[in-house]
């Protein structure tokens, strides 16, 4: 059953405006959220991570915004650009162990 | 930068051949895992590993058997490979957590390999 969930396969967004991407999870024992980037025939890179401590955290024109009662993130681009457009992964993980659960992607096209 | 190296990132096999995929870790990471990336499936885990020669199945390990001699390398084997197999596969590794909760850790991704079988 998957634990990660991302409902949107794909978004398009201006340049310039602003590109919400969600995740939701079921498991309340995930405490750490981590969103990746992918662009084709490449690895995912990371991008920005949370703690359940916090309910945001930014860095630069990323910022991502943890909803714990909810069991819902989101990944905010400020201004989104076309190098933005690309596969977007979020996962989770939980203190106690060592995997990573992972979303199926959304996919971002940024339009100049 | 913690770096994870795939010997391959293309490779063409037929249908019952031996595939082996290597991966190579410089940053000393205890996890080491197997993924494979499908359109519309997103990451699954294939089997993964927290110590040398210890290993765990993940979601999809069918078809697939994994090495991990020396920590900082983990290969990925097809024993005969299927068209079904054609995929991209991501290795990847993570410390562990550190103490406490919150202490979250982060998985760093290689390149990936784009394997076909015909």
């Known amino acids: 059953d998957q634990q990660v969930k991302q409902n949107s396969p794909s978004l398009s967004v201006q340049e310039g405006r602003i590109s919400i991407l969600n995740c939701d999870y079921t498991n309340s024992m995930f405490d750490y959220f981590l969103w990746y980037k992918k662009y084709p025939a490449e690895g995912p890179t990371f991008l920005i991570s949370i703690s359940s401590i916090k309910d945001k955290n930014e860095d630069g024109r990323f910022t991502v915004f943890l909803n714990k009662s909810a069991k819902h993130l989101s990944l905010h681009i400020v201004p989104s650009q076309p190098g933005d457009s690309a596969v977007y992964f979020c996962?989770?993980?939980?203190?106690?162990?060592?995997?990573?659960?992972f979303g199926t992607g959304t996919s971002l096209t940024v339009i100049p | 930068d913690v770096k994870v190296t795939q010997s391959s990132r293309y490779l063409v096999k037929r249908t019952g051949e031996k595939v082996f995929l290597e991966c190579v870790q410089d940053m000393d990471h205890e996890n080491m895992f197997w993924y494979r990336q499908d359109p519309g499936l997103g990451l699954r885990l294939i089997y993964f590993s927290y110590d040398v020669k210890m290993k765990e199945k993940g979601d999809i390990p069918e078809g697939y058997s994994v090495s991990r001699e020396k920590k900082e390398r983990f290969s990925l084997i097809l024993e005969s490979a299927s068209t079904n197999q054609t995929s991209m596969y991501l290795c990847a590794s993570s410390t562990n957590p550190g103490t406490g909760v919150n202490s979250g850790n982060t998985i760093y991704f290689g390149e990936g390999s784009w394997l076909t079988v015909v």
């Open positions: 996962a989770a993980s939980a203190w106690s162990g060592n995997q990573f659960y």
